[in-house]
């Protein structure tokens, strides 16, 4: 079992920057991958990006040159940092585990964390 924990949420003006966090406890395995999915309003969860325990990271297109997933694997905690932050980042932004990579690029992780609301005023 894996517990996943965010944090770092909030409201923020365009142009602004975030950073996310994300606590993972449990079964350190199934940690070795992990990413950032988001959801906005009346759309579905997306993948931002996505980090393996070595450190090989994607990112998507849309938030290339301003976000940036990193962790810490000695604190077991995922970061996402986001700057230039846009209205059109507003959405729910979940962690994601797995010991699978495809699963958490696809969005089928085994674990999610609760979810952190992330909202960009104009």
């Known amino acids: 079992q894996v517990q996943l924990v965010e944090s770092g949420g909030g409201l923020v003006q365009a142009g602004g920057s975030l950073r996310l966090s994300c606590a993972a406890s449990?079964?350190?395995?199934?940690?070795?991958?992990m990413g950032w999915h988001r959801q906005a309003p009346g759309k579905q969860r997306e993948l931002v990006a996505a980090?393996?325990?070595?450190?090989?990271?994607k990112h998507v297109d849309s938030v290339k040159g301003r976000f940036t997933i990193s962790r810490d694997n000695a604190k077991n905690t995922m970061y996402l940092q986001m700057i230039n932050l846009k209205p059109e980042d507003t959405a729910v932004y979940y962690c994601a585990a797995d010991s699978n990579w495809s699963r958490i690029l696809l969005g089928s992780p085994d674990y999610w964390g609760q979810g952190t609301q992330v909202t960009v005023s104009s």
């Open positions: 449990g079964s350190i395995g199934s940690t070795n991958f």
């Open positions: 980090i393996t325990r070595a450190g090989t990271t």
